[in-house]
T-cell receptor
Framework: DAGVTQSPTHLIKTRGQQVTLRCSPK?????VSWYQQALGQGPQFIFQ???????QRGNFPDRFSGHQFPNYSSELNVNALLLGDSALYLC???????????FGSGTQLSVL | SQQGEEDPQALSIQEGENATMNCSYK?????LQWYRQNSGRGLVHLIL?????REKHSGRLRVTLDTSKKSSSLLITASRAADTASYFC???????????FGAGTRLTVKP
């Protein structure tokens, strides 16, 4: 049984570009959450998807958007990249909201 | 914004010693969870304690929750070098669908 998988593992972009990160949840999980983790900090909640809808959103600008597909996989899109967007982006899935989260290994995004 | 705050920020101990990390939070919670992260990769769930529970055990881990003080502690007994990692508390509230993480405690266990 595969856990949460994220792709790519590393990504280098330049300021102003756009990026798409992908996540496949653990089998049987229908809820996907995205987090941004800056170096030395805790994960910051970006948004959560359930039944293909954004159910909750954290304190992130509209440049951050997402999508959930019928198979529960999800994408995180970031437009007009800034240097400050450099971080580890983590995807987590769960059977239900506010229960145990299963994390992927993350995508390390570097914006130059 | 982050909900929990871990204390201390960093902890260094010898193998075999016990490690205690504390977490304080601000709002009422449904449950509190502890996670571990190695080398900046994915987080691994350690233990969940619900708001109506006061203490929970899992192997060498012991978690306490004091809702009146809005605080929790994680105790790792008989630590091992392999326990070296960052530890985060995360809270789930009744009104939100997201888990809020603290800044973490970086634990170093010296062999």
């Amino acid at each position: 049984d595969a856990g949460v998988t994220q792709s790519p593992t590393h990504l280098i972009k330049t300021r102003g570009q756009q990026v798409t990160l992908r996540c496949s949840p653990k089998s049987g999980h229908d809820t996907v959450s995205w987090y941004q983790q800056a170096l030395g900090q805790g994960p910051q909640f970006i948004f959560q998807y359930y039944e293909e809808e954004e159910r909750q959103r954290g304190n992130f600008p509209d440049r951050f958007s997402g999508h959930q597909f019928p198979n529960y996989s999800s994408e995180l899109n970031v437009n007009a990249l800034l240097l400050g967007d450099s971080a580890l982006y983590l995807c987590a899935s769960s059977e239900a909201t506010n229960e145990k989260l299963f994390f992927g290994s993350g995508t390390q995004l570097s914006v130059l | 914004s982050q909900q929990g705050e871990e204390d201390p920020q960093a902890l260094s101990i010898q193998e075999g010693e016990n490690a205690t990390m504390n977490c304080s939070y601000k709002t009422s919670i449904n449950n509190l969870q502890w996670y571990r992260q190695n080398s900046g990769r994915g987080l691994v769930h350690l233990i969940l304690i619900r708001s109506n529970e006061r203490e929970k055990h899992s192997g060498r881990l012991r978690v306490t929750l004091d809702t009146s003080k809005k605080s929790s502690s994680l105790l790792i007994t008989a630590s091992r070098a392999a326990d070296t990692a960052s530890y985060f508390c995360a809270t789930a509230s009744y009104n939100n669908n997201d888990m809020r993480f603290g800044a973490g405690t970086r634990l170093t266990v010296k062999p």
